[in-house]
Each structure stands twice: as C-alpha cells, then as structure tokens.
C-alpha cells in the first residue's frame, strides 16, 4: 500500500469513527438558529454584540453535545491531527478584517463577513475526512446564499442571513450523520457509531 492510499484510509477512518464531527455542526446550527431569533428583538449592532462573543460558545457546546451523544472527538488522535491547529488559526484571522468592518461598515457587511468568516477552515477539516466535496460544498453554497441575500435583501440581512447559514449547517449535519454511519457500517464500526467521536 502506498502513502497515499494509506493515509486517504486514515481519513476515511477516522470521518466514519468520528461521525464526520457532527456534533460541531449541530453546535454551529444552534449559534446561527439563535442569532436569527434575536434578530427580530434586538437593533443590528446590539445583535452583532452579542454574535461575536456568543461564536466563542460553539466550541463549549459541541464538547457537551459530544458528551450528550458519546462522541469523544477531543481524544481522538491520528496522523493527522496536528493539522487542525494551523487550519483554526488560518480560519481566527478574518476576524481583524471583521472588526475592521464593525468600525467603518454597515451591519449586514459585518454580518455577512462572520457567515462565511466561519467556514474558512471546512475546506480542510473536509479534507482530513476524507470528504473535501462536501466540506467544500458547505462552505461554497453558505458563501453564495450570504452573498445572494446581500444583495436581494438588504433589509432582512441580519435575519435572513442566520437563518440560510443555520440551514446550510442543518442539511449538512443531515447528510454527515447519514454518510459517516453508512462508512462506519462499511468499515465495521457502527458498534461504535453512536458514540465514538464526532467542524465553524
């Protein structure tokens, strides 16, 4: 076996153990769903207030929705694990860009910055899965909503935005939970698809 169908296995692997990180993508839908039920109550700034330091709440929540669902995603390790702090630390620097935006821009420029801001890492993630199409495609169709709803809504920017980046996270936790447990049956390990390990 060469290097590269072993370590396109070890990817495959690990995203059907893992469950392709569902529970991280449940966690994002949940951020997203609540920003769009603020929306109606709360004056655009105050709403992106509260967006920038509740998004430092996904994380937290994915660990308890992980526990929730016996997925151990933070013990998991393999070969390429080391990966993923640089991919977060490429996906953290469009924030100076978003503070940027929330001192000379509108609301819905900020806003719009944040939605696709917090999909810059799914490329990769998907590629460690062994699923870069569909990490790509949630990240792609995310962008182009955001950038369609700009565009044709500009008055519903800061509730119709939310809500088409919860419901990119909810048929993408769709398809992954659906895709990952038809790898892990393939791979003989459904007896550990419910809990074994779960991705912004």
Not at 30 to 56: C, D, K
Request: aromatic content about 10%; proline content about 6%; some cysteine.
């Amino acid at each position: 076996m060469d290097m590269t169908t072993e370590l396109l296995d070890v990817r495959r692997a690990t995203y059907a153990r893992l469950r392709g990180g569902y529970p991280v993508i449940l966690a994002g839908m949940i951020y997203w769903l609540a920003l769009a039920a603020l929306s109606p109550f709360m004056e655009p700034i105050a709403l992106l207030q509260a967006a920038f330091p509740l998004s430092g709440a996904i994380f937290p929540l994915a660990l308890v929705l992980a526990w929730i669902t016996r997925n151990s995603f933070m013990k998991d390790r393999t070969a390429l694990s080391p990966v993923l702090l640089p991919t977060f630390i490429a996906m953290l620097l469009f924030w100076p860009m978003l503070l940027i935006a929330a001192a000379e821009a509108s609301p819905g420029v900020v806003m719009s910055i944040l939605a696709i801001g917090l999909s810059l890492h799914w490329p990769v993630i998907g590629w460690t899965y062994g699923r870069t199409a569909l990490y790509c495609g949630h990240a792609i169709a995310r962008a182009m909503l955001v950038l369609w709803i700009f565009h044709a809504y500009p008055d519903q920017r800061m509730l119709l935005i939310p809500l088409a980046v919860a419901a990119c996270y909810g048929v993408t936790a769709i398809i992954v939970f659906i895709d990952s447990a038809m790898a892990a049956r393939r791979l003989g390990l459904m007896s550990d698809a419910k809990g074994v390990a779960p991705a912004a």
